[in-house]
Nanobody, 123 residues
Framework: VQLQASGGGLVQAGGSLRLSCVAPGLTFSNFNAGWFRQAPGKEREFVAAISWGDNSTYYEDSVKGRFTISTDNAKAIMYLQMNSLNPDDTAVYYC?????????????????WGQGTQVTVSS
């Protein structure tokens, strides 16, 4: 399973970005999938996830109401729509997936990872 994240960039505070995670040949409905981020000097942390089957979504508290995770199974793409960005959102964002029963918020649960895309929010 290969994942490829893209869509990062430099944006001003209050702006928006949409990240994409492409997974050729993968059907996201058969996988738990999520986004994590890692700021300089910090550990990689959970941002959002979507569960297989019922497509339930989960968010880290600081992004609730601002970020939306979704998937397009026909295109094998997972998205992270990020609105009202602030400098604390600056990090490298990674997508991840796994087709087992896992703790969807735990970084170590996921076997498959994308390479990361940089998001920088200026104040």
């Amino acid at each position: 399973v290969q994942l490829q994240a893209s869509g990062g960039g430099l944006v001003q505070a209050g702006g928006s970005l949409r990240l994409s995670c492409v997974a050729p040949g993968l059907t996201f409905s058969n996988f738990n999938a999520g986004w994590f981020r890692q700021a300089p000097g910090k550990e990689r942390e959970f941002v959002a996830a979507i569960s297989w089957g019922d497509n339930s979504t989960y968010y880290e508290d600081s992004v609730k109401g601002r970020f939306t995770i979704s998937t397009d199974n026909a295109k094998a793409i997972m998205y992270l729509q990020m609105n009202s960005l602030n400098p604390d959102d600056t990090a490298v964002y990674y997508c991840a997936a796994d087709n087992r029963y896992i703790n969807i918020r735990r970084r170590s649960s996921y076997r498959y990872w994308g390479q990361g895309t940089q998001v920088t929010v200026s104040s």
